[in-house]
């Protein structure tokens, strides 16, 4: 019989149980402090120190390069690719900013997770049955409330760590919502913890953002409009991606 590696017993028995101490305690404060803050903001400081937990005890080392194109206070629709359940740790942790993700709807149900997702202020879709008017409604809101957006235009994890086809939805709501979409391309998560492997592994990782993209003044935008749209902010992250993700990783 094969013994496992170090990383898997580190993962199994250290790392695990400490991410589910880290989800209790935050998420605990997150879910108590909505009492007081409905603005979620305590909610995503307490998100921001859940994910730097997690980095700092797995030995993941970000390197955030383009912080200076983006304007502090600015609503964005960051679009990233996604390689790894690592990613969201990396961009909460990295990015100085009001964060919301869309999730779905199913995940309310999820103990201590659902409940800081939902009193957090963040978004929510039914899958099956979505109400457009009501979520281009609430990104509207988006500005006044000073938050900003995180989606995987992907809609799921890459099993080789090439970008795929980004999914034209947001961006349709992105053009309808008149908010830029700001390219984020993240290199490396992989190697600590690529999709179907229960084994974590300490490794440097990059945070590449780019110059916001406006989108087009369109009065009623199309899907081929917002497949363009999507199409362009995916060739700029897959150049990032392919350029800087080592060799058959």
């Not at 695990?16 to 305590?42: E, K, N, Q, R």
């Not at 997690?54 to 600015?74: F, M, N, S, W, Y």
């Not at 990015?95 to 997702?117: D, E, M, N, T």
């Not at 879709?125 to 509207?140: E, F, Y």
Request: a positive charge.
């Amino acid at each position: 019989m094969r013994i496992p590696p170090y990383h898997w017993w580190r993962t199994v028995f250290f790392l695990i149980p400490a991410i589910t101490v880290y989800t209790i305690v935050l998420g605990a404060a997150s879910i108590v402090s909505s009492v007081f803050d409905s603005s979620g903001y305590f909610a995503h400081r307490c998100a921001r120190a859940w994910s730097w937990l997690i980095l700092k005890t797995t030995g993941v080392r970000v390197t955030v390069e383009g912080l200076d194109r983006i304007t502090p206070g600015t609503t964005y629709v960051f679009v990233s690719n996604h390689q790894s359940i690592y990613d969201t740790p990396v961009v909460f942790a990295s990015l100085p900013y009001q964060l919301r993700i869309i999730a779905k709807a199913s995940l309310v149900r999820f103990p201590v997770l659902g409940w800081h997702l939902k009193r957090g202020g963040h978004l929510f879709v039914d899958r099956k049955h979505p109400d457009r008017a009501g979520i281009l409604t609430r990104w509207r809101a988006l500005v006044s409330e000073g938050l900003s957006l995180i989606i995987y235009a992907e809609g799921g994890r890459s099993w080789d760590g090439r970008v795929g086809r980004f999914k034209a939805g947001s961006f349709l709501l992105a053009i309808e919502a008149g908010l830029p979409v700001v390219p984020l391309a993240i290199v490396g998560t992989r190697q600590v913890m690529p999709k179907g492997r229960l084994r974590t592994e300490p490794a440097d990782v990059k945070l590449i953002i780019h110059d916001p993209i406006h989108p087009p003044a369109i009065d009623a935008p199309t899907a081929r409009d917002a497949k363009a749209f999507a199409a362009r902010t995916r060739d700029i992250v897959a150049a990032a991606v392919e350029e800087r993700q080592p060799t058959g990783v």
